[in-house]
């Protein structure tokens, strides 16, 4: 099998299962036991969470475990709004990942208003729309830090500036980002970030949300008082410390490994745009994550391709969502206008740390006879003129 869907999810490394092993056996005390036994989970739990401190420049004390990105997304929306609970307007995109788009969704039926600021034709977002979307009555922006479907990055020291000077709490969702790019909070003056472990080399089901020291912070689960108070549950101690030892690896390593990604990606690509003629790149080719590759192919379904891929043994995505018996192209995808003949037939291809370029050149040999057998069974194949 070939993965090349590492934005989906990644596969835990051996250093992370190693670590995470004692505590799905002797070490099964709960870290809020007073017991000396309990105080050495709880110092597994603290020593994660400096771990994943370090790896975006926070303070441990400013790490509150969650149990997914999604769990940390909601959270840092839902606190910002009861911080403020005069303010009813929310400031997103149009492409952020279904975590944040559904809650604001969700809000807006409960009598929010939400801007949904657009992208353009590369992904990328304009400031001044920004600038001017903020209003008296706005609790928080939230912009992610890099798109899960194009991997294009937002300027999220920029956002946060001018987030800061209108005096409006700023949140990121930087769960494609985290281990990928070099992050540091502090440098860019966030008030809240939300990653997630399965990103990243760590189990899924275990999140973390960087919240700023001296900001107003709600728990969004109310309960115990775990976590400093800021999220309720016993925490999944197994999870956390595998999340902590992603995290330092992944600082170890971040460099190296994003130049070799880099490479593996940017082989894919020329490979496919040589060999495929119709095909295009999505989004900004250069302010991207190093991992990610949006690849349209003309005339043709997403969907075919990716089932023929898979008989090859290859996994890849697309963005598009089943909705009433059809095939919705991705949202992020329209909200960049991406051509008619190219939107339906956009393939994710994301990489990581274990492939190889023998995979890649492995995919290259298959690719371009898949997609000139689909062009040639297309309705819209070149020449055909769609109605
Ligand atoms: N945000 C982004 C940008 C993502 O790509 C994802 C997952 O794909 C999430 C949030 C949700 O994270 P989780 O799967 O941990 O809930």
Avoid: W
């Avoid at 926070?58 to 839902?78: K, L, W």
């Amino acid at each position: 099998m070939i993965y090349f869907d590492n934005n989906a999810s990644t596969r835990i490394s051996d250093d992370v299962y190693e670590a995470m092993k004692p505590f799905f056996g002797e070490l099964y005390a709960n870290p809020s036991s007073s017991h000396r036994f309990g105080g050495s989970v709880r110092k597994a739990v603290e020593d994660a969470r400096a771990r994943v401190a370090k790896l975006i420049g926070a303070e441990p004390d400013e790490i509150v475990f969650t149990g997914s990105g999604t769990e940390a997304d909601n959270s840092a929306i839902m606190s910002a709004l009861e911080s403020n609970p005069s303010k009813k307007h929310i400031i997103t995109t149009a492409v952020e990942h279904h975590a944040v788009l559904n809650l604001c969704r969700n809000l807006s039926n409960k009598g929010y208003r939400i801007t949904y600021l657009p992208v353009d034709s590369l992904g990328a977002m304009d400031l001044k729309e920004l600038e001017n979307a903020i209003c008296d009555d706005t609790a928080v922006v939230s912009i992610m830090y890099a798109n899960n479907e194009t991997g294009v990055l937002f300027p999220v020291g920029e956002i946060a500036k001018i987030a800061k000077k209108k005096g409006v709490t700023f949140h990121t969702d930087a769960v494609q980002a985290v281990g990928k790019v070099p992050i540091d909070v502090k440098a860019m003056d966030v008030d809240m970030l939300s990653l997630s472990g399965h990103k990243l080399h760590a189990p899924k089901g275990v999140g973390m949300l960087y919240v700023r020291g001296g900001i107003d912070f709600f728990p969004y689960l109310i309960g115990g008082h775990q976590e400093r108070g800021r999220r309720a549950g016993t925490e999944n101690v197994a999870s956390i410390v595998g999340l902590g030892m992603a995290c330092e690896t992944a600082m170890k390593n971040l460099a190296s490994e994003a130049e070799y990604i880099r490479n593996l990606r940017d082989r894919l690509e020329a490979g496919i745009l040589k060999n495929c003629p119709d095909s295009r790149i999505n989004g900004d080719r250069v302010n991207r994550l190093p991992n990610t590759a949006n690849i349209g192919f003309g005339y043709v379904e997403g969907e075919a391709i990716l089932v023929r891929l898979d008989m090859k043994g290859i996994c890849a995505s697309s963005g598009s969502a089943c909705t009433a018996g059809s095939v919705e192209p991705s949202h992020v995808l329209r909200a960049m206008k991406v051509p008619v003949d190219f939107v339906h037939g956009s393939i994710r291809f994301s990489f990581g740390k274990y492939n190889t370029q023998a995979e890649v050149d492995e995919a290259l040999a298959v690719i371009p006879e898949i997609i000139k057998v689909l062009v040639e069974m297309s309705p819209f194949g070149k020449g055909i003129q769609r109605l």
